[in-house]
């Protein structure tokens, strides 16, 4: 089970949301590239970050400070990348500069065409992230949820050749309410690519959770405002789950 670190970029700054609600920034660094050095230096072997302001603004906004990381952590692990991503070249651009994985959202469900070019040009590479609310998936930020029937989704993308997908619950992202585990694995179930869980983890009983259903394949979790917060410690995490599952 790997366990990802969360660094949501905002105005430069490492910052958490909740729900999604850009209006409702706790930030807990000044200085993002020490947040990842931190993060790897406590075992991590991912990264996880999203460019809030690109995904508001529809093209990269922190692409200077996720250079900045990616160069600082020396491609000891692989960093993926979310936020503001809507065109090859901008995927062309990330992958030439470091980035392993790129995450694309809301231009997925609102143009599924550029989802399967970047499949096409960028194999292995591309990521879904489904952001999701009682089944159904929302976008723009959580703030439109539309008809789509997550798992009827993810089954069209797998198709298009996605890496993996990216499962938020965004009805407890943020919250510290506990991972929605059942629904995970109810679309982790539904494909073949492995399925990532994100919002809601909160304590060493989430990951134990977690590592119970990785068969089902559920390979990985990003862990955010817990990690921040205290509520759980990363490295005891991650240990954890080695000492449950084998490392992820």
């Known amino acids: 089970m790997l366990l990802i670190p969360a660094i949501d970029l905002k105005d430069g700054r490492c910052v958490r949301l909740r729900q999604g609600d850009m209006n409702d920034a706790t930030v807990f660094s000044d200085d993002p590239v020490q947040m990842a050095l931190n993060w ?39 960093v993926q990348l979310g ?4 065109d090859l070249d901008t995927i062309e651009r990330y992958l030439d500069n470091g980035i392993s994985y790129v995450i694309i959202g809301t231009a997925a469900v609102k143009n599924p065409g550029f989802l399967h070019d970047a499949c096409g040009a960028f ?8 952001d999701a609310k009682d089944g159904k998936v929302a976008t723009d930020g959580w703030s439109k949820l539309t008809g789509h029937d997550v798992i009827d989704l993810a089954r069209k993308f797998e ?29 982790a179930q539904a494909l073949s690519v492995p399925v990532i869980a994100s919002g809601g983890m909160t304590n060493l009983d989430d990951v134990d959770r977690l590592c119970a259903v990785e068969d089902e394949g559920v390979t990985g979790a990003i862990l955010g405002r817990s990690i921040y917060e205290g509520t759980l410690d990363f490295h005891a995490a991650q240990a954890r789950a080695d000492d449950l599952n084998g490392p992820g």
């Open 159 to 187: 198709g298009y050749g996605i890496e993996a997908v990216i499962y938020t619950d965004i009805g407890r992202d943020g919250m510290l309410s506990g991972v929605n585990v059942d629904a995970t694995v109810r679309l």
């Open 83 to 86: 936020g503001g991503i809507r």
């Open 40 to 78: 790897v230096e406590q075992g991590a072997r991912r990264l996880h970050l999203v460019d809030l302001n690109g995904a508001v603004a529809g093209r990269p906004k922190n692409e200077k400070v996720i250079r900045e990381i990616v160069e600082a952590v020396g491609y000891r692990v692989p």
């Open 123 to 130: 194999p292995g590479q591309v990521i879904v992230g489904l």
